[in-house]
T-cell receptor
């Protein structure tokens, strides 16, 4: 069975601090895809990134970066120089060849960035 | 494009009442799905559809029905609402049922008394 664990329920930082959100996954599929979504206080789900299991290159997009490590089954998300607007719930999700299209979500991490 | 739209935004039901949550997309996506979000549990898949006329169950299908008569619409029906169905419901769509990114609607907040 597939599983996604986000062990950090809530994180609070002060603006400009760097913060890393952890995501650990379990799957027996050799082909799988990992996602991060952001849910701001307004409630919608915003897609941030998709990564496939064959691409272990780290990704950087502005202040956001993602570290994918198959050896530890982790797909961690780092926000550099956090801002108040980064305050949101962040979800990590997984889909694989055995359940294609069906996203398995982690429990979510609530990030609060204080001014 | 409006993307994925959901109506209503908020609904209060009494136990035993029925209702339909509407979902529509204008991106010509084949794949559509419904999730529910509960505190501390992330999102869980209720039902999904890989195209018009084809639907299947997800992780938590009990108490919900779906149909897909057109590519654009994927309504979710609660036949007899229960307090356990109090949740936030999200509809999502994507080009295909594989690794394509799923795009979510704004959600419907449902309260069952």
């Amino acid at each position: 069975a597939q599983k996604v664990t986000q062990a950090q329920t809530e994180i609070s930082v002060v603006e400009k601090e760097d913060v890393t959100l952890d995501c650990v996954y379990e799957t027996r599929d050799t082909t799988y895809y990992l996602f991060w979504y952001k849910q701001p206080p307004s409630g919608e789900l915003v897609f941030l990134i998709r990564r496939n299991s064959f691409d272990e290159q780290n990704e950087i997009s502005g202040r956001y970066s993602w570290n994918f490590q198959k050896s530890t089954s982790s797909f961690n998300f780092t926000i550099t120089a956090s801002q108040v607007v980064d305050s949101a719930v962040y979800f990590c999700a997984l889909t694989g060849s055995s359940n294609t299209g069906k996203l398995i979500f982690g429990q979510g991490t609530t990030l609060q960035v204080k001014p | 494009n409006a993307g994925v739209t959901q109506t209503p935004k908020f609904q209060v039901l009494k136990t035993g009442q029925s209702m339909t949550l509407q979902c529509a997309q204008d991106m010509n996506h084949e794949y559509m799905s419904w999730y529910r979000q509960d505190p501390g549990m992330g999102l869980r898949l209720i039902h999904y559809s890989v195209g018009a006329g084809i639907t299947d169950q997800g992780e938590v299908p009990n108490g919900y029905n779906v149909s897909r008569s057109t590519t654009e619409d994927f309504p979710l029906r609660l036949l007899s609402a229960a307090p356990s169905q109090t949740s936030v419901y999200f509809c999502a769509s994507s080009y295909g049922g594989g690794p394509e990114t799923q795009y979510f609607g704004p959600g419907t907040r449902l309260l069952v008394l």
